[in-house]
């Protein structure tokens, strides 16, 4: 692994994501600095112009891309990097966009022959007039990250007005089948899927499901790693896991989702709902989780990442 590399880490952004973004900043600084490296954190604010002004001032051999949500995992900062000709962390521009906008992932899955969840597009409108699917069902933003936004409509629930009035994440959403069981993920490093690890929300502390604030609240889930699951369907969580981050043209670090259905008599039913291009490298994020049960340090998957980085001009 090499060292002495001139690193920007950027981080912070205008997204929703902005605060969990900052906390991943601050540990890559620091476990980066560890490994001697030069490190400068950057905070992207809102004035593209400051942005690339202060990239080139700082010159880095490579920036640590450590946004999340809107403009950090879309392929924007990604297009200026390249642009810039600047080498950089995790995907590029193709493989980030079309991670983040749902549909577009979805259709390279099921081109993929991938397991997904029975869903659709609709103009959120839409949802006022009728159920669009059988209920229970999923509404989520289009391209929105860490659960931001994502309801459940439940038999008997009067969410689907809540939903609208409350939605600001563009004019349509995907709605899915509710998949029942538990929340499973396996994050990616190059070629290599980690471990499965099996995720659920502290009972009593008021999530539905693996929400934002179960993601990034102490104490707001339970991670079992390795889960506690069926070796072969653990088995296949991994290989699913490496093929979409190959299907989408990942490169660098991923982590898949999942829903596991084994709530009934029949067989188990694997659904994978999104790769996210962009894994938290909090304190409480998955994908550090799994490479320190793996044997690999956090200073040593930052610095990974960083060896990783590329400029796709």
């Known amino acids: 692994m090499s060292t002495g590399k001139r690193v920007t880490v950027l981080m912070g952004g205008i997204s929703s994501e902005r605060e969990v973004s900052l906390s991943s900043g601050r ?29 080139k001032e700082q010159k880095p051999d490579v920036v640590f891309n450590a946004l999340h949500g809107q403009f950090g995992e879309d392929g924007c900062i990604q297009g200026i990097l390249d642009w810039m000709g600047l080498p950089y962390t995790h995907s590029g521009v193709r493989a980030s966009a079309t991670a983040m906008d749902k549909a577009a992932a979805r259709a390279v899955f099921l081109a993929a022959k991938l397991p997904v969840a029975e869903g659709k597009v609709i103009r959120i409108e839409d949802l006022t007039k009728a159920d669009p699917l059988p209920m229970p069902y999923v509404v989520k933003p289009l391209s929105e990250g860490s659960s931001v936004g994502v309801s459940i409509v439940r038999e008997g629930s009067n969410a689907r007005h809540s939903i609208v009035e409350n939605w600001h994440y563009g004019p349509h959403a995907l709605v899915e089948e509710f998949i029942p069981g538990r929340e499973i993920t396996v994050g990616v490093m190059g070629d290599r899927a980690l471990t499965v690890t099996d995720i659920t929300p502290t009972p009593g502390a008021g999530h539905d499901f693996y929400d934002y604030a179960a993601k990034y609240t102490a104490g707001g889930s339970a991670h079992v790693l390795p889960a506690q699951i069926d070796p072969e369907i653990a088995e296949q969580a991994c290989a699913i896991s490496v093929a979409a981050h190959q299907a989408l043209g990942c490169s660098g670090a991923s982590r898949s989702d999942f829903r596991l259905d084994d709530t009934g008599p029949g067989p188990a039913r694997l659904i994978l709902l999104e790769v996210n291009t962009q894994p938290g490298m909090t304190a409480t994020s998955l994908l550090p989780e799994q490479a320190a049960y793996c044997g690999i340090s956090y200073p040593d998957l930052c610095g990974w990442l960083v060896d990783q980085a590329t400029c796709r001009e």
Do not use: I, K, R, Y
Not at 44 to 55: E, F, M, N, R
């Open 27 to 55: 540990n890559v600084v620091e476990a980066l600095s560890s490994l001697g490296h030069t490190v400068t954190a950057l905070d992207a604010g809102a004035d593209l112009g400051v942005l690339v002004a202060q990239l």
